[in-house]
T-cell receptor, first 111, second 111 residues
Framework: GDSVTQMEGPVTLSEEAFLTINCTYTATGYPSLFWYVQYPGEGLQLLLKATKADDKGSNKGFEATYRKETTSFHLEKGSVQVSDSAVYFCALRNTGNQFYFGTGTSLTVIP | SQTIHQWPATLVQPVGSPLSLECTVEGTSNPNLYWYRQAAGRGLQLLFYSVGIGQISSEVPQNLSASRPQDRQFILSSKKLLLSDSGFYLC??????????FGPGTRLTVT
């Protein structure tokens, strides 16, 4: 069945460090891919999305590129800030309109 | 613009008591609606989803139930809560063939 696998956390970085959170997926057809962010005590917020191969989603300095050949959608940011501390979820929507989420990666950025 | 509301924000209930959590969406019609549970420090577990009034699909057998009495209203219920029902409950909506948008969540503690 369809699934999403993302890197285990927690991840701790110093401010201004480079961030990569790996995400790979298994799906038939051509799923849409998403990254969500969850701040403590809140719901998930859509961070970025990509709907077809080679699309790059970007928002708030975060980027992810839909790589069909490696079935990946890794999240990157060039310079993290303390305010980026949160849990990040990779997700897909398959052609049957079903959603699958990764288990989440906790990021802590220290000053 | 569309907004999603959940209430209550927090709830403390004794074991064996009933539960009713409500979710409403504004600014759209005929959305897909979802209930998720998030245990502490863990990922999302899809509980129910609905593609229309009175149409509910259950993903996990348990003592919870869901109803959709109106197009933009989704209710999560239980007749008798268990300790294991504690968690963070998230409602989400999705335009058809698009991404999901999440509500602020309800923190349920069963004592």
């Amino acid at each position: 069945g369809d699934s999403v696998t993302q890197m285990e956390g927690p991840v701790t970085l110093s401010e201004e460090a480079f961030l990569t959170i790996n995400c790979t997926y298994t799906a038939t057809g051509y799923p849409s891919l998403f990254w969500y962010v969850q701040y403590p005590g809140e719901g998930l917020q859509l961070l970025l999305k990509a709907t077809k191969a080679d699309d790059k989603g970007s928002n708030k300095g975060f980027e992810a590129t839909y790589r069909k050949e490696t079935t990946s959608f890794h999240l990157e940011k060039g310079s993290v800030q303390v305010s980026d501390s949160a849990v990040y979820f990779c997700a897909l929507r398959n052609t049957g309109n079903q959603f699958y989420f990764g288990t989440g990666t906790s990021l802590t950025v220290i000053p | 613009s569309q907004t999603i509301h959940q209430w209550p924000a927090t709830l403390v209930q004794p074991v064996g008591s009933p539960l009713s959590l409500e979710c409403t969406v504004e600014g759209t019609s005929n959305p897909n609606l979802y209930w998720y549970r998030q245990a502490a420090g863990r990922g999302l577990q899809l509980l129910f989803y609905s593609v229309g009034i009175g149409q509910i699909s259950s993903e996990v057998p348990q003592n919870l139930s869901a109803s959709r009495p109106q197009d933009r209203q989704f209710i999560l219920s239980s007749k008798k809560l268990l300790l294991s029902d504690s968690g963070f409950y998230l409602c989400a909506w999705s335009p058809h063939s698009r991404e999901q948008y999440f509500g602020p969540g309800t923190r349920l503690t069963v004592t």
